[in-house]
């Protein structure tokens, strides 16, 4: 009997042994492939930099490496892409913190049982058809209040981004509001505060840690958005902060020059990893600035 159990208990924990290697490889998997795509950029972006400095890459206000007269200033392309996310976030955080707090505080199990399945419906569209949408719907409404408006601009590019993000933040946020233990809540209304006084002071900030995670990777979302601006935006390198111009993002000169037959190893080649590398380190200061808010926050309440 005691052979059997031993037997049985060597099994049992080489077969754990075993799925905690396997779990432990698929965790792997993502740093691999970050560590991947790191040394990729970095290794075509060091060869560009030896040919263009650094300084002029982040002070020349233009960016034409497919010209006759080759300007490789970073700022245009940077310009374009934090007007179109800054407008992005003004419409998807509001509204998407707005819905998040209503489906975990207030809306009806059967309300919330429908409502929340056809909200993360949105995230479900291809982006190019969030793009078509901006281009022939919202831009001819936006025309119509500002007459000047072009047919390509980062005002309706960043208004229907920002819905497309709404249902990434408004499902995290509210996921992050349900994990709130319901004695706290119980507590709140125990002292008299009502159900929006409970939902906003006790609620939102309890789970202000998931909420902001949300709010970076809605912006990060934004950041990294490809086939809306390329669309909607246009691809004519523009340094403005005007939402009303038109404006070329790092995205979508990416798009726009791997389309082409650049050959392997030219500078102009050279310049979509550059770019690349750009984006990556704004994600990552975003994502860095969000972990400290997180930080902060959770040591406050």
Same mark, same amino acid.
């Given at each position: 009997?005691?052979? !059997?159990?031993?037997?049985?208990?060597?099994?049992?924990?080489?077969?754990? *042994?075993?799925?905690?290697?396997?779990?432990?490889?698929?965790?792997?998997?993502?740093?691999?492939?970050?560590?991947?795509?790191?040394?990729?950029?970095?290794?075509?972006?060091?060869?560009?930099?030896?040919?263009?400095?650094? *300084?002029?890459?982040?002070?020349?206000?233009? !960016?034409?490496?497919?010209?006759?007269?080759?300007?490789?200033?970073?700022?245009?392309?940077?310009?374009?892409?934090?007007?179109?996310?800054?407008?992005?976030?003004?419409?998807?955080?509001?509204?998407?913190?707005?819905?998040?707090?209503?489906?975990?505080?207030?809306?009806?199990?059967?309300?919330?049982?429908?409502?929340?399945?056809?909200?993360?419906?949105?995230?479900?569209?291809?982006?190019?058809?969030?793009?078509?949408?901006?281009?022939?719907?919202?831009?001819?409404?936006?025309?119509?209040?500002?007459?000047?408006?072009?047919?390509?601009?980062?005002?309706?590019?960043?208004?229907?981004?920002?819905?497309?993000?709404?249902?990434?933040?408004?499902?995290?946020?509210?996921?992050?509001?349900?994990?709130?233990?319901?004695?706290?809540?119980?507590?709140?209304?125990?002292?008299?505060?009502?159900?929006?006084?409970?939902?906003?002071?006790?609620?939102?900030?309890?789970?202000?840690?998931?909420?902001?995670?949300?709010?970076?990777?809605?912006?990060?979302?934004?950041?990294?958005?490809?086939?809306?601006?390329?669309?909607?935006?246009?691809?004519?390198?523009?340094?403005? !902060?005007?939402?009303?111009?038109?404006?070329?993002?790092?995205?979508?000169?990416?798009?726009?020059?791997?389309?082409?037959?650049?050959?392997?190893?030219?500078?102009?080649?050279?310049?979509?990893?550059?770019?690349?590398?750009?984006?990556?380190?704004?994600?990552?200061?975003?994502?860095?600035?969000?972990?400290?808010?997180?930080?902060?926050?959770?040591?406050?309440?």
């Amino acid at each position: 009997m005691q052979t !059997w159990t031993n037997k049985h208990r060597k099994k049992r924990n080489l077969q754990e *042994k075993i799925i905690e290697i396997i779990l432990l490889l698929a965790a792997l998997t993502s740093v691999f492939t970050t560590f991947g795509i790191l040394e990729v950029l970095l290794g075509e972006s060091i060869s560009f930099f030896q040919k263009v400095p650094i *300084k002029l890459f982040l002070t020349d206000t233009q !960016w034409s490496p497919l010209f006759a007269d080759p300007h490789y200033g970073i700022l245009p392309l940077l310009s374009g892409t934090l007007v179109t996310s800054m407008v992005a976030m003004f419409v998807a955080i509001p509204l998407g913190t707005i819905v998040a707090i209503y489906l975990s505080e207030f809306a009806p199990a059967k309300v919330r049982e429908i409502a929340k399945p056809c909200l993360e419906l949105l995230a479900a569209i291809p982006t190019v058809v969030y793009g078509y949408f901006a281009l022939l719907s919202v831009t001819p409404i936006l025309q119509m209040i500002f007459p000047e408006l072009s047919g390509f601009n980062m005002l309706s590019a960043g208004l229907v981004m920002g819905l497309m993000i709404i249902p990434l933040i408004s499902s995290i946020s509210e996921d992050a509001m349900r994990a709130v233990p319901q004695s706290i809540k119980e507590g709140s209304y125990a002292m008299g505060a009502t159900r929006l006084q409970t939902a906003l002071k006790v609620v939102f900030p309890s789970a202000i840690s998931g909420i902001s995670a949300a709010y970076i990777l809605g912006i990060s979302r934004a950041v990294g958005e490809t086939m809306i601006v390329a669309i909607a935006a246009g691809l004519q390198p523009n340094l403005t !902060w005007n939402p009303l111009d038109q404006a070329a993002t790092i995205t979508a000169y990416i798009v726009q020059v791997s389309l082409g037959d650049l050959p392997h190893g030219s500078l102009e080649y050279q310049s979509i990893f550059a770019a690349g590398i750009t984006l990556v380190l704004m994600t990552l200061v975003l994502n860095i600035i969000g972990y400290f808010l997180a930080k902060k926050y959770r040591e406050i309440y």
